[in-house]
């Protein structure tokens, strides 16, 4: 039996967000203006669920002169396609930054030589992890992940994430933001409702052991 992921919102909606973002934030920053603390939000995307919604929010992005960050997960078993290379080849084009999503394992470094080999167009100054099981307060001391997790550790940063399809830690445009930097992850695939396609099929048990929240979300 095959299992339908239904995407939370439009891309419409994503499109309102953004906006909301930019009239409530000071500015858009560069991954190295939020590790330097400075004021305004950056956008940062884990995409381990559908590349091609990594497209459409890329692109409706470089229309409002965002600029974001892609971490991909090149391990996910729903990420792999023929042209992979190519779309990632646009999404730089729209003027955003490449980097890796990894799995947390001792072969990180490793790892990231291979994709880095595999796929020039990414970076390896900055990374982060696909469900961690590191504490994220040993996080902060691996390679390229520190600038990125710090701010979270230390909370001296405001964060939200629609993991899961959710605001759960409340949401960027309504809820108080305690610090004038702020991180805003979001995944691209819950934002595809309707333009992409309404639903995607997943082989349950693929998703819940790669991505168990969802399972934990209640999705089955
Ligand atoms: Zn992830």
Redesign the pocket.
């Known amino acids: 039996m095959l299992f339908d992921l239904m995407p939370k919102w439009t891309s419409e909606e994503y499109e309102d967000l953004l906006t909301g973002c930019l009239s409530t934030f000071n500015r858009n920053l560069s991954l190295l203006e939020y590790s330097n603390y400075e004021e305004g939000f950056w956008l940062r995307h ?1 995409v ?1 669920l559908d590349i091609d919604s990594a497209l459409l929010t890329a692109e409706i992005e470089c229309d409002l002169g965002i600029k974001a960050s892609y971490f991909i ?1 090149f391990e996910s078993p729903f990420i792999k396609c023929e042209d992979l290379a190519n779309k990632l080849e646009v999404i730089k084009c729209f003027g955003h930054h490449l980097y890796c ?1 990894l799995l947390d394992s001792p072969s990180r470094e490793h790892k990231l030589k291979l994709f880095k080999n595999k796929y020039q167009i990414i970076s390896e100054d900055y990374v ?4 961690p099981t590191t504490p994220v307060s040993e996080l902060v001391n691996l390679k390229g992940a520190g600038d990125i997790y710090r701010g979270l550790v230390n909370k001296d940063v405001s964060y939200f994430s629609d993991s899961t399809g959710k605001w759960r830690w409340g949401n960027p445009l309504i809820d108080e933001k305690e610090f004038k930097t702020v991180q805003i992850l979001t ?1 691209p695939f819950w934002w595809s409702k309707g333009k992409l396609y309404n639903s995607k099929t997943f082989d349950p048990k693929e998703i819940i052991d790669f ?1 168990p929240q969802l399972a934990k979300a209640n999705y089955f």
Request: a negative charge.
């Open positions: 884990d381990e997960c999503h982060t992890y696909h469900s995944h991505l």
